[in-house]
């Protein structure tokens, strides 16, 4: 059943101008489908009862019900798991672009009297034959403790997802795609074109129904690939973002500090924080791992690399808010050769513990990475000397 999930994925991508079989299902560790009702379409309601009275819908999150589906978003479901979660979503351009072009409903009664929408067209637009890009999104997921469902936060704002789901009809599938736990990818299929798929799932007639099946070919390999030449695109494009930032801010009597620190915020929680999230769910230094406070930290500062070593993930730590703080100020540090962290006096003992920095701690690094780390291990050397 995986592989005919997939088979009639890449048939709709086909359709909107994404020849050939863009989706490897090698790639991916199983498929998750969502038949859509009202609850869970951002927006107004597609199918009302006839009438004057038209109901609104403010839904921002989907609910995933069932055992099998509450494991698809997380790894287990225990106290360790069950607190917010960032994941990251790719999705294709051409399907929200193709969703956003049929999105015009056209009202009809059935011969209940309820008022049903439709959409006006399912052809596929000519404009859309040269894209075909790669857009990423976000998310939060969460486990509920009060009932058996894990729940899908979608943003409030203009985010890829959020914008995905905006174009949703009652009965669209919404296919998402495991990466692993924290990575995702998005396909969102017309209701009008799945009649396949859902005699594929057994969800015709049914609402609301979630569906995950694992890939028994899985290749983690493959994955981790196609996934790092996704973000590492990305970076580069970022990169060039805060090139053209610094050309605009260039005449700012203030603008080599401004453009640090923007472009500091920007890579420490965009691409190429993703980047190194590839590797690792957790702090470099400490237990947490609760994705959205854990933060991309340059070893070599930002303003002293060059265009390459600034997105070089050899030169980036994963570290939680405060240790973050600790390194981005050199009160931290790890010795090159040993990895044996290094503290600086001006911590007390008291602070240490409410900082959570051990007394030892080895951080592994890479040959690559211990020279970056020479050079911001000789800093907090030198203030540790003043």
Known sequence: MYQQIINEINRFLNHINLPGSPINPNAFQGVFVKKLSNQNIIKEKRRINAGDTVSNVNQTHLDITGRQGMLFFFAELNDSSSAFQSIDIDLFENNLCYLQAIDIPVSYVDTNGTTLFTRRSLESSGHLSDLGNMLHSSAYKKYGHTGDQVQINIPDSDEAFTILQKCAFQDDALIMLRYDYLRYFAVLIP??????????????????????????????????????????????????????????????????????????????????????????????????????????????????????????????????????????????????????????????????????????FSLDMTERMKSYMRIHYQKFTNKENI
């Open 191 to 360: 209701g009008e074109l799945c009649d396949t798929l859902y005699s594929i799932t057994n969800t015709h007639g049914n609402q609301n129904v979630n569906l995950a099946i694992l890939n028994p070919n899985y290749n983690p390999s493959l994955a981790h690939q196609l996934q790092y030449d996704i973000v590492s695109t990305d970076v580069m494009h970022e990169e060039v973002d805060i090139q053209i930032l610094s050309s605009q801010l260039r005449y700012n009597p203030n603008a080599g500090t401004e453009i640090e620190r923007l472009a500091k915020g920007r890579m420490a929680q965009g691409a190429f924080r993703r980047l190194l999230l590839l590797e690792r769910h957790q702090c470099n230094l400490c237990s947490i791992s609760t994705t959205s406070v854990l933060r991309a930290s340059h070893i070599k500062e930002w303003s002293d690399s060059s265009r390459e070593e600034r997105i070089d993930p050899d030169n980036g730590l994963l570290l939680c808010a405060n240790h973050d703080a600790l390194f981005d100020r050199h009160q931290i540090s790890f010795q090159p050769d040993t990895g044996d962290i290094c503290i600086s006096t001006s911590i007390s003992n008291a602070q240490r513990e409410a900082l959570n920095l051990p007394d030892k």
